[in-house]
């Protein structure tokens, strides 16, 4: 995340609604995706709904790679529907998180 970014965050993040399309535009961000998710979950974890649309953004991010390890990882009892799967596949950067995918559909729970 760029140093504007931060300090709009550290001043105004307050005076930003945390909807369903900023947490899916986050999970998306190609360039600090991780860094802004865990940003958003320290300061604002009340607001912040982790919904399958947000899981898909995350399998569909071509470059952050990290972002769908991040929240599975936060939160472990996530479901991987069907569309999260098209969408690691359809990725054309995608193969990490398929593989994430089908390894942890594949182990017992709580082994992610």
């Known amino acids: 995340m760029g140093v504007v970014g931060k300090l ?12 369903d399309k ?16 865990a940003l958003l979950l320290k300061r604002r ?10 899981v898909k953004a995350a399998a569909c991010n071509q470059v952050s790679k990290g972002v769908l390890k991040f929240l599975v990882k936060r939160d ?7 569309e999260v799967t098209k969408a690691a596949v359809y990725n054309p950067a995608g193969k990490e998180a398929l593989e994430f995918l089908l390894k942890r559909n594949c ?3 709580n082994e992610v």
């Open 107 to 109: 182990q017992p729970e």
């Open 22 to 37: 900023v947490v899916k535009a986050a999970a998306g961000n190609w360039r600090s995706g991780k860094e802004v998710m």
């Open 45 to 54: 974890a009340d607001e912040v709904k982790i919904t399958d649309k947000v």
């Open 76 to 82: 472990p009892t996530l479901l991987t529907a069907e």
């Open 8 to 19: 709009f965050l550290k001043q105004r993040a307050d005076e930003v609604k945390i909807t």
